[in-house]
């Protein structure tokens, strides 16, 4: 068959795709599936979480897009109250601070005691790339965009400044376009692949996140006392039920490990227990003592787990 001749069959036989359109496609690819945990109807432990360090060189809105996402990740749990960014930011400029991941165990609970928050949640992203992959045939051109990036997490307890938990996780995007003779979906840089491959890398390790989140004890303090009356710094969007059981305990002297220095943990005095009485607002609640010691201002309250029902 004559060369002209074999060209006019293989362009008829690509009619039907020259009709159709040579549309792009993209998939996600991470470590693992996530499966968030399910809602839950107990009390909401206080999280705030630092933007993530960029150890890479591929742009300084990495960190943020990080925090973001994992943001996200964790309202979907219904679990947890998250400090908003600009307050965090807020108290972070008037502690003269550093607004990323790099902050240090004992900086980052420092932090974490002033909003409140039961822990911080700090990262980085260790691991980004953007490569582009093709081939050319007589008449079809397919181009192929891979994004891929590698995040580090940590969890720090607010109120000793350990380390409780540490993951690494690594999510990869494709975005595949082609076209056929110089007509369809032409292949030219995808911003959105860097959030993609960002959100399969946080979404491989959120399900073990969250639930090292709510291995941390729920608590409260007393932010004021008016005779009997207990005014505690929880509310309704903590979820803290009218007729909850807390412990008061105070708190102590920190305790020191010996070898390392680092704080371990406070001594405490339970003093006993009190009832929730009202709700006063998204933060705030009443509550008295049912039996034991007065309280003071600043001392803790948990929740006790075999006296109220759902917790």
């Known amino acids: 068959m004559p060369l002209m001749n074999r060209r006019l069959v293989l362009v008829a036989a690509a009619l039907p795709f020259l009709a159709a359109g ?11 599936a996530p499966v968030l945990a399910d809602k839950i109807t107990g009390p909401r432990l206080r999280i705030a979480i630092v933007e993530f360090e960029n150890k890479t060189t591929y742009g300084q809105r990495l960190g943020s897009a990080s925090a973001d996402i994992l943001v996200t990740e964790l309202a ?57 992959e093709g081939s050319d045939a007589l008449i079809a051109e397919t181009k192929r965009q891979i994004a891929e990036a ?9 109120e000793t400044s350990q380390i409780l938990y540490a993951e ?12 056929f003779l110089g007509l369809g979906s032409h292949s030219s840089y995808d911003e959105g692949l860097e959030g ?5 890398a946080i979404t491989g390790f959120a399900n073990n996140l969250t639930s090292r989140l709510m291995q941390i004890p729920w608590s409260c303090r007393i932010a004021d006392m008016d ?9 309704l969007r903590s979820r803290l039920a009218v007729g909850t059981i807390l412990e008061v305990v105070h708190l102590g002297a920190e305790i020191k490990s010996p070898a390392t220095g680092l704080v371990i943990g406070r001594k405490e005095a339970v003093l006993g227990k009190a009832r929730v009485t009202k709700s006063l607002g998204e933060d705030a609640s009443q509550a ?24």
């Not at 690494?168 to 494709?174: C, D, N, Q, V, Y």
């Not at 009356?229 to 509310?235: E, P, Q, R, S, V």
């Open 76 to 132: 979907k749990t219904d679990r947890f109250i998250l400090i908003e960014r600009q307050k965090l930011e807020k108290i972070m400029q008037e502690q003269k601070l550093g607004m990323t991941g790099v902050v240090d165990p004992d900086t980052a609970a420092k932090v974490g005691r002033v909003l409140g928050a039961a822990a911080i949640v700090t990262g980085a992203v260790s691991e980004f790339g953007v490569k582009t």
């Open 150 to 158: 590698g995040v580090d997490v940590r969890i720090i307890d607010a």
């Open 196 to 200: 993609k491959a960002l959100r399969a």
């Open 227 to 235: 005779g009997p009356t207990m005014y505690l710094d929880a509310g």
């Open 168 to 179: 690494s996780g690594h999510g990869k995007a494709t975005n595949e376009t082609g076209s």
């Open 22 to 32: 040579c549309p792009s496609s993209s998939t996600v690819q991470h470590d693992s």
């Open 288 to 311: 008295s003592m049912v039996e034991g010691n007065a309280p003071a201002k600043g001392d803790l309250c948990r929740i006790i787990v075999g006296e109220n029902k759902g917790y």
